[in-house]
Structure formats: C-alpha cells, structure tokens
C-alpha cells in the first residue's frame, strides 16, 4: 500500500519530545529517526534541520 504523506501531519513537538527523552544516549540520533518514524509514520523533510541543534558536539 503506497499512502501519502503531508508535512501537516506532524508537530515539531512531537520530534522534539522525541529527541529531548532520547538525545543523551550513546549512538542516539538512529533509534530517534526511528521513533520519529514509528510516531509519525515518516521522516518529514521539513525536520530535519531540528536536529542539528539537539546533538551534543564531539
């Protein structure tokens, strides 16, 4: 089944709860666009650039 998806259907709140209770783990930034996929059924293009700014630098 091929569904479509629109950049409505998702809240910035929703990848952040998401990246808040997962961001500190080692190896994070995966099981997060996992969860965002599983919540959300999709990686929205529109946020990606979210997570940037929620990763701690090497």
Do not use: C
Not at 19 to 32: H, Q, S, T
């Amino acid at each position: 089944m091929n569904k479509q998806f629109h950049s409505a259907s998702w809240q910035t709140s929703d990848v952040a709860k998401i990246v808040e209770a997962m961001r500190d783990k080692p190896g994070a930034l995966l099981p997060i666009l996992h969860a965002v996929q599983d919540k959300i059924g999709y990686i929205p293009p529109e946020s990606l650039p979210f997570f940037g700014g929620w990763f701690k630098p090497f």
